[in-house]
Nanobody, 122 residues
Framework: QVQLVESGGGLVQAGGSLRLSCAAS????????MAWYRQTPGEQRELVAG???????NYIDSVKGRFTISRDSAKNMVYLQMNSLKPEDTAVYYC????????????????WGQGTQVTVSS
């Protein structure tokens, strides 16, 4: 099986920084897509940032210039550096990965972490 474990959430004042980490373990041949989503109560989960296997990245407009997503493919890890945090960034952040489990199959499986709370106080 595959497991994603996040770390790095917490409480921070507006203007502060946090770094989220997510590590994948288990039956993994390769990881294609890596991404961070976030969700607030009563709202749909939204894509915050993604990084493809080739390194190209994408961000939602509200975090551009403040957040940076990066990956360490050798360690099957993805990071989200969050600077200049705002109260509206408060949410549960989820790690997401597209994982190819077998050398002999191109099938991609979608996995989620358990979520980590980020709270930004004003």
């Amino acid at each position: 099986q595959v497991q994603l474990v996040e770390s790095g959430g917490g409480l921070v004042q507006a203007g502060g920084s946090l770094r989220l980490s997510c590590a994948a373990s288990g039956s993994i041949f390769s990881v294609t897509r890596m991404a961070w989503y976030r969700q607030t109560p009563g709202e749909q989960r939204e894509l915050v940032a993604g990084v493809a296997s080739g390194g190209s990245t994408n961000y939602i407009d509200s975090v551009k210039g403040r957040f940076t997503i990066s990956r360490d493919s050798a360690k099957n890890m993805v990071y989200l550096q969050m600077n200049s945090l705002k109260p509206e960034d408060t949410a549960v952040y989820y790690c997401n990965m597209g994982i190819r489990k077998y050398r002999y199959s191109d099938a991609n499986f979608n996995y989620w972490g358990q979520g980590t709370q980020v709270t930004v106080s004003s």
